[in-house]
């Protein structure tokens, strides 16, 4: 069968793209979703079960739907676990929400698209030509559809050194990627954890370290030590950026600063210039992009991706107790000591080494960049120069309506990607508002070719 879309990925992205399609395209289309998520359409964000890992955007911003924003703040009042708009629902319950609506679309079998979901992982791309894209998937089969939406997500980060000597059972000990939450049952109450990495990912593991009964000591050790801001308790109007005319980093954070000097709240900036970002992103020069990258990138993350102020106060407690320590520093070597890793790290702006002991190694950095190194199937379609990686480490090269590029920098025919993957582009494009006016852009741009689809702007 060649499906008319074959959606590779199986997280937030690759549902808001297939509910989109499927209010679009007409029941005579087909579309595929390939994708081996344990929990389908949750993905690596809303898997969690714990209550504690929470939303890091408002409710009311996290609609599935571009044009029906209260959609979310709906289904929690539905399902009477109502939070007010600007408050923070659980990762479940969004993880819940999103299923919930795409059942519901299923549900309605006439008058829609057939849709197959495929339980397997895409490994090679075999041939990609104009209304012809053929995958291998790794149960044995291929597939093929005219058009491809990638939704891959970003991976889990590598260890910044990688370990020597560490041996046996002490290897399991070091946690490479924190979302399989399995691990947390192994680590005994009074056990010291080393987080590398200051994140909201640190945030969310030491809350669930907390929430399994741990009460050990937790090192966290980032380059900068810096930690996401809180969100404010009553939520403040967005405020309009006053932008200078120049695209220079330092001028531009000038201009910010300036404003927030002057009595405007630093969050409500912040939160007016979110509609702005992806245009400015994309009138910077080269040069001005990795500058960002490489001396604002860690201010911008602690202002941008804020903490749920309850969630902000429980880390704040614990620092405050000496529960959680934050370490400023570069690590060096990770090294087995007996039963116990051995770390040796050289604080930010000193010499030397300093070393320290834990039981276990979480790798909380990385995330929001998303390489191509961790995937065997980007690795392959960049051999074959089907797809080219973004020079910035920022995902894979892709038009301005997110059609993938080859090495040539030529659109490729019916091969999309949504999400994170095109942060090169769009830089703004790791949070739910934003894909979901991506998803919704690329469906329309597929729709728009596939006779007999309902009219975009009716939908
Ligand atoms: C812990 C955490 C909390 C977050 N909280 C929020 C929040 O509160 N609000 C917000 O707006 N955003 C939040 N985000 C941002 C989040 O990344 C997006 O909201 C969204 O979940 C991204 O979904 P995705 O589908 O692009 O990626 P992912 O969720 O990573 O899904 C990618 C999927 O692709 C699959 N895949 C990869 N390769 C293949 C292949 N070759 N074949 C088949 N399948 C493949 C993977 O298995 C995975 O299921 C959070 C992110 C994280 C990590």
New binding site residues.
């Given amino acids: 069968m060649v499906y008319d879309v074959a959606i590779?990925?199986?997280?937030?992205?690759?549902i808001a793209e297939t509910v989109n399609l499927l209010r679009l395209l007409p029941p005579s289309a087909s579309i595929a979703v390939?994708?081996?998520?344990p929990g389908f359409g949750r993905?690596?964000?809303?898997r969690t079960e714990l209550h504690v890992h929470r939303?890091?955007?408002p409710a009311a911003r996290?609609s599935l739907f571009a044009d029906q924003p209260d959609d979310f703040v709906v289904w929690l009042r539905e399902q009477k676990r109502a939070v007010p708009p600007d408050g923070f629902a659980s990762?479940d319950d969004f993880g819940r929400y999103i299923r919930d609506r795409l059942a519901s679309l299923l549900r309605n079998r006439e008058n829609r698209a057939t849709l197959h979901f495929i339980k397997?992982?895409?490994?090679a791309c075999d041939q990609c030509s104009a209304g012809r894209v053929v995958f291998q998937l790794d149960n044995g089969t291929s597939l093929e559809a005219a058009n491809v939406v990638l939704?891959?997500?970003?991976g889990s980060a590598r260890l910044p050194v990688a370990p020597t000597g560490v041996t046996g059972p002490m290897r399991e000990r070091i946690i490479s990627n924190p979302?399989r939450l399995g691990w947390l049952s192994h680590v005994e109450p009074r056990q010291t954890v080393c987080i590398l990495g200051s994140g909201?990912?640190m945030v969310?593991q030491v809350l669930a370290l907390r929430a399994h009964g741990h009460r050990g000591r937790i090192h966290v050790l980032s380059r900068r030590g810096l930690i996401s801001h809180p969100h404010l308790t009553r939520k403040a109007e967005p405020v309009a950026p006053e932008l200078p005319s120049s695209r220079e980093i330092s001028m531009l954070l000038l201009a910010l600063r300036r404003q927030v000097r002057a009595g405007a709240d630093w969050r409500a900036v912040m939160d007016g210039l979110r509609p702005l970002t992806q245009g400015l992103w994309q009138e910077l020069t080269d040069a001005r992009k990795g500058r960002f990258l490489r001396h604002a990138l860690a201010w911008w993350n602690i202002h941008r991706h804020r903490l749920a102020p309850d969630v902000f106060a429980r880390l704040e407690a614990l620092l405050g107790d000496g529960t959680v320590t934050v370490h400023k520093g570069f690590l060096q070597t990770i090294e087995q000591d007996g039963t116990q890793l051995a770390f040796a790290f050289r604080p930010r702006g000193g010499v030397g080494g300093i070393r320290m002991r834990a039981d276990w190694l979480i790798n909380c950095t990385g995330?929001e960049r998303a390489g191509i190194a961790h995937?065997p199937?980007l690795r392959q379609m960049l051999e074959q120069g089907l797809i080219s990686a973004d020079k910035r480490g920022l995902g894979i090269c892709v038009g301005g309506n997110a059609q993938v590029l080859d090495r040539n920098g030529r659109p490729q025919p019916g091969l999309f990607a949504?999400?994170?993957l095109t942060a090169g582009q769009f830089w703004e494009i790791?949070?739910?508002?934003d894909?979901r006016v991506q998803a919704r852009n690329v469906a329309v741009a597929i729709s728009d070719h596939h006779p007999g689809a309902k009219d975009s702007a009716s939908r």
């Fill in positions: 590779v990925g199986s997280g937030f992205s690759a390939v994708g081996d998520d993905g690596t964000a809303y939303l890091n955007v996290m990762r397997a992982k895409a490994t939704c891959l997500g970003v979302w909201l990912t969310d995330m995937s199937l949504v999400g994170a790791t949070a739910v508002p894909i």
